[in-house]
């Protein structure tokens, strides 16, 4: 068989929303990325191969990249088509300056030496040939953590004693079980009635085995407690766990069927998923191990890169076959840090992760698995690698000596961190502002989102305009500005699970500004009617002693941040 050899600087190992975010983010900045995936789509649990629905930080919404992507979608496929999704993602990756994609790509072994990862390999279906890259750093979002047991990288699998962090959720005595894996199955609402036989290999249900389980149908949900394989290996034994999930499943839609009244006479099933989505499996130990408290008290670290505000979301290991509560849930108050040094290896000096293998503990890890939240630590892994290529330093050592810088450049990227203040330009912070209305201090404060559910948008419309001067004739680069794209936004799902016929389309959000023109010394540069993003860059190379953002909007609608660089 061929084997073809790539040398580059940044080695990402799954395409889910993590790996993605870290190879896009890495490429963005320069860095010579290759994302190597072993599925034929992105997205891992979020794809049309598993079909979970983006779920974060509550309260608290995602932007950067991932934020990127969700509006993007919104703008592409209003009637929440997975192929159309997949589309998006695909788009961003492959036509990426600086990213090589292979897909269908699965890792199968890695090359180390000095504590250091040289190589991965990976076999591709598709064209029956062999992939050898060899990178300078390595990044593993596989989920299952393909490259902890290739290069030796320290790992944890299973729940932590209570004793071990001082964690009141965890269990008494240390054991390998872990939260179990789905087969999503999704429905639609038709005009007429709808008959439904089951395969004769279809578990038999009845209502008490549902017990609390909610099982009608309904808007803006989906089976996700359709779970099994907690008290199994959650690795060795997916394909066994498969076959009893796909039995699940389709007994499930069997009860809701012919099972009594569900309301579901009019509804057919749709598809069912045949690849498992799982929540847990391997963690990596990192240079810090997040735990329960810090995530519950909202501990501020010093290396903060992402945050989370999903509650602590532990589920039985037994998943359905539990009698009792599926979950046990404690929320968050405010959203939490993600530290960097829970994003690399402790003792594989070139290896980060992001994802749902990231450096915690078992009980923190039922919150930072949902994927908005493993999307920002792909974002936040990728830019530590970009400055740990840029002065050929280890993770480790990028994180000591340069988090100032590597924290700038995510807020620059439009990524919220608990605790900081974006740095402005000193061009911007210098100037005379003049606004049409309103306090326009807002848009050089450094936050760039409601903080508290306290407004922090400038909001104008047609006609309303923010003008910096200067006081004499100033070089610039480029223009940056944030949009508000989440004020009373209802979805923040990338697709839905359960598609009810008179469901709305999904739509940008009414907050976006969509029309706007600048203009340098009065002379227009740049005018759009279509803005679909929250953020917004305009490279320039032009001098001048004014800057000038107009509205051109006939509602009102708000914008964070306008800088002048």
């Known amino acids: 068989m061929k084997t073809i050899h790539h040398q580059t600087q940044f080695c990402v190992v799954g395409g889910g929303l993590a790996g993605m975010c870290a190879a896009i983010t890495a490429a963005r900045h320069g860095i010579k990325t290759i994302l190597m995936h072993e599925r034929p789509v992105l997205g891992g649990n979020a794809s049309s191969e598993i079909r979970m629905f983006i779920c974060g930080a509550m309260n608290w919404m995602e932007t950067g990249l991932i934020e990127e992507l969700r509006l993007e979608n919104c703008r592409r496929n209003p009637r929440q088509n997975y192929s159309i999704w997949d589309s998006v993602l695909y788009e961003k990756a492959a036509f990426q300056e600086n990213l090589t994609l292979l897909l269908n790509c699965s890792c199968m072994d890695a090359e180390t030496a000095d504590g250091k990862i040289k190589s991965v390999k990976g076999w591709q279906l598709t064209t029956q040939q062999f992939h050898v890259v060899e990178a300078d750093y390595f990044a593993d979002c596989s989920g299952d953590s393909i490259l902890a047991g290739l290069s030796g990288a320290e790992y944890r699998i299973g729940r932590e004693a209570a004793s071990e962090f001082d964690e009141s959720l965890a269990v008494a005595e240390a054991d390998r079980k872990t939260m179990g894996m789905s087969c999503i199955l999704q429905a639609r609402e038709t005009d007429t009635v709808q008959h439904y036989t089951p395969p004769s290999w279809a578990k038999k249900l009845t209502e008490a085995d549902f017990g609390s389980r909610m099982h009608q149908l309904g808007p803006y949900q989906n089976f996700w407690y359709l779970e099994l394989g907690g008290n199994q290996d959650s690795i060795a034994d997916t394909e066994k766990v498969r076959d009893e999930l796909l039995a699940l499943a389709f007994g499930m839609w069997d009860h809701i069927k012919n099972g009594g009244d569900h309301g579901a006479e009019k509804w057919e099933l749709d598809w069912v998923g045949f690849l498992p989505g799982k929540r847990e499996s391997i963690r990596y130990v990192g240079d810090h191990i997040l735990n329960q408290d810090e995530l519950v008290n909202s501990v501020e670290f010093d290396d903060v890169v992402a945050y989370g505000g ?148 400038w909001r104008g419309k047609a006609g309303d305009f923010a003008e910096y001067t200067f006081d004499k004739a100033e070089k610039i680069s480029g223009i940056r500005i944030v949009f508000d794209s989440y004020r009373s936004r209802p979805e923040v799902l990338n697709t839905l699970g359960i598609y009810y016929k008179d469901r709305p389309d999904f739509q940008l959000p009414e907050t976006l500004v969509r029309a706007f023109h600048i203009e340098v010394d009065g002379k227009e540069v740049y005018r759009t009617t279509e803005n679909s993003q929250r953020l917004f860059r305009l490279p320039l190379d032009c001098s001048g002693k004014s800057v000038k953002l107009v509205l051109d909007d006939e509602v009102e609608r708000g914008v964070f941040a306008f800088e002048v660089k």
């Open 310 to 457: 999903w509650p602590v979301d532990d589920h039985h290991p037994d998943g359905f076959e539990h009698k009792g509560k599926a979950n046990t849930v404690k929320w968050m108050k405010q959203p939490y840090s993600i530290p960097a040094r829970s994003l690399y290896s402790k003792n594989i000096s070139n290896l980060f992760f992001a994802g749902r293998n990231i450096s915690t503990s078992h009980i923190a890890l039922s919150s930072t698995r949902v994927m908005a939240t493993c999307a920002l630590c792909g974002q936040a892994a990728g830019t530590i690698a970009v400055f740990a290529a840029r002065n050929q330093v280890t993770p480790r050592q990028a994180v000591t000596e340069h988090i100032a810088d590597i924290q700038k450049t995510l807020m620059d990227d439009d990524c919220y961190l608990p605790g900081k203040i974006r740095q402005i330009s000193k061009l911007t912070a210098g100037a005379v502002l003049a606004v049409s209305n309103g306090d326009g201090e807002l848009l050089r404060n450094g936050i760039d989102r409601d903080i508290n559910d306290v407004c922090n948008a």
